[in-house]
């Protein structure tokens, strides 16, 4: 039953962080003089004249990758309801957690410290639109889910 809107709603969510995992800057820190980019895959570091100064790596995208795989494992899971839920229910969390983690650790100073702006890109909503596109898988099995049961008590 790979037609279900859920499948849809995943493959959408798979979709967005896949943008994700192409590279694009997430966030642009402002510290005095330099400016920081912050990826999935790394914070680069830049001077006044554009030039990196320093890169640090960072594991985000290890996480991303995992959500990514989960999320594609759980669309072949249609014939057992009671572990899709489950792993929908996990990816939920998942999704949330990194969007909610990056965000917070942005504005509170934990990745550059004591930034003069931060500026959110266009490509962080895509966390938040695939956030969105894992509740309406959940809620999709979790129909499913109660249909099923529903027509169980009826036999």
């Given amino acids: 039953m790979l037609q279900r809107i859920q499948t849809v ?3 959408l969510t798979i979709l967005c962080l ?17 400016f920081f980019r912050l990826s999935l895959f790394a914070l680069k ?7 990196v100064v320093k890169e640090t790596m960072n594991f985000n995208f290890i996480l ?3 959500l990514v795989l989960i999320s ?12 899709q839920l489950n792993l929908a229910k996990w990816i939920m969390y998942l999704n949330f957690f990194i969007t909610a983690v ?7 100073g934990m990745i550059v410290s004591n930034p003069t702006s931060v500026h959110l890109n266009f490509w962080v909503s ?3 639109v695939s956030f969105i596109f894992s509740v309406l898988a959940y ?4 129909k499913d889910k109660s249909l099923l049961d529903s027509v169980d008590r009826i036999r």
């Fill in 9 to 11: 709603y995943w493959a």
């Fill in 102 to 108: 990056l965000i917070i650790f942005s504005y509170s």
């Fill in 64 to 66: 991303v990758s995992i």
């Fill in 139 to 142: 809620l999709g099995v979790r």
């Fill in 72 to 83: 594609l494992f759980t669309i072949f899971q249609f014939k057992k309801l009671k572990r």
């Fill in 18 to 34: 896949g943008i994700l995992l192409s590279g694009l800057d997430l966030i642009v820190f402002q510290k005095n003089e330099d």
């Fill in 45 to 51: 570091q830049y001077n006044k004249g554009g030039s």
């Fill in 126 to 128: 895509l966390l938040f």
